[in-house]
């Protein structure tokens, strides 16, 4: 019953905030006060079923944020409560709608197929991870990682070779949460300049991946066993990103994490339609609010303690209270801030802390939203991976078993070249695109 109700708070939230997206509730109040408690009340609702380490976390995070907010108060500062109740409904949005691919970006009967072993194989799956991971985010790599266990246990270098890639999505997927995140801190940041920035960064460390496998792992990339990609398993990636550039032409102005929000659930009730009919469509969407909407119950609490604390950090930036350790944010500025978001990352802080805690301050001195989104996300990419606490690599402890702080250990030499080569690649970008 409570997951049930839980379920259908994530609904209305991503219902209320879709319509107030497309400008069509005007109540006389911000519609998203009704989107944002409904979020608050799913988290409360689906709290007891976090792990410990994170309850941990989003305990300090509200307890951080909320002495901050009532810090300014008393000196008399005012503090906007929207900030608080609803900053997050866009993000939380994008998130939970995009989680609905999961139910048809598996091509149907796709899992009796007997699965690939060898070079090739290993090939086909990391390009598979990465594609299928830039639309259903960690459920791509829970679904191949999950098959293979089934056969093969998964070891060291299939655990550091998964988390490696799929964390590198982030650094330009639109459909990934971290995409999200940036877009909610930093406003008028480009899609189209993230995407040039992004995606070639994300490429080195693909092809990085690949050159150690081969030069370090070579007796395990021939005894690989892999996970089948096929054309059928495009089509939906495909249209989805279709569908997005269309919706962005024709409804200019939109919010874009509206446009995707709206793109996934489109695309997943026709494909669902196509497969299932209308009476199958419908059971299985209602299957989805009740046992898939909760599971985002992780995401959801942390990131609106996140916008707790941007707020509070916001507040006291905004009344004087705290100094900004920034003077100026260029490509200089960019390579530190990524080093010390990966910094951070190593000692277990989640990116998402960092950058509701470095935006705040960066925002005040006017910097190109684009380079700072690219930083941002960077940082993500890194971060995830060489995490001991990070969601990704907790999810492979508790599903494989092996240690977060292992498979976050085996990523710290991968981060740290792909910290220097991200910091090179930040000064060209800065120079080659234009800023904002």
Known sequence: MRRLLAGNLILLMIVITILAGFDLLKPGFNPLWIAGAAAWSAAFLLFIDTSRVLKIQVSLILAAGIGMILFTSRQAADFD??????????????????????????????????????????????????????????????????????????????????????????????????????????????????????????????????????????????????????????????????????????????????????????????????RRGLAGSISRLREHVVD????????????????????????????GILDNPFSQFDAVTAAKVLAIMLFCAFCGIHPIIMISSFAPMILTLDPDPNLLAATFLFAWHLGTCSNPLSGTNLVFQGRYGIAGWKIAFWNWPYAIVMLLIGAFWLQLVARILPPA
């Open 292 to 319: 898939g909407l909760p599971r985002v119950v992780n995401e959801l609490c942390l990131f609106l303690a996140a916008g707790v604390l941007a707020a509070g950090i916001s507040a006291l930036i905004r009344h």
């Open 81 to 274: 409560l929207d900030i608080v109740i609803s900053s997050s409904t866009g993000l939380m949005t994008m998130i939970t709608a995009v989680g609905f691919l999961r139910l048809v970006i598996l091509p149907e009967n796709g899992q009796a197929e007997p699965l690939p072993v060898g070079k090739k194989a290993f090939i086909q799956t990391i390009l598979g991870l990465n594609l299928s991971s830039s639309v259903i985010n960690i459920s791509a790599p829970i679904l191949i990682a999950d098959r293979i266990h089934q056969q093969q246990p998964i070891q060291r270098f299939s655990a550091q070779t998964f988390t490696r890639i799929f964390c590198g999505v982030s650094s330009w997927s639109p459909f990934f949460g971290a995409m999200a995140v940036v877009l909610t801190y930093v406003g008028g940041a480009s899609l189209w300049w993230i995407f040039v920035a992004g995606f070639p960064f994300m490429l080195i460390g693909l092809v990085g991946v690949y050159l150690e496998a081969r030069l370090r792992f070579a007796d395990e990339v021939q005894t690989f066993v892999g996970y089948p990609t096929h054309l059928n398993a495009l089509l939906v990636p495909a249209w989805l990103i279709v569908t997005v550039i269309l919706l962005s032409q024709l409804l200019a102005g939109t919010s874009i994490l509206v446009l995707i929000a709206v793109s996934a659930l489109l695309v997943t009730g026709l494909v669902l339609l196509r």
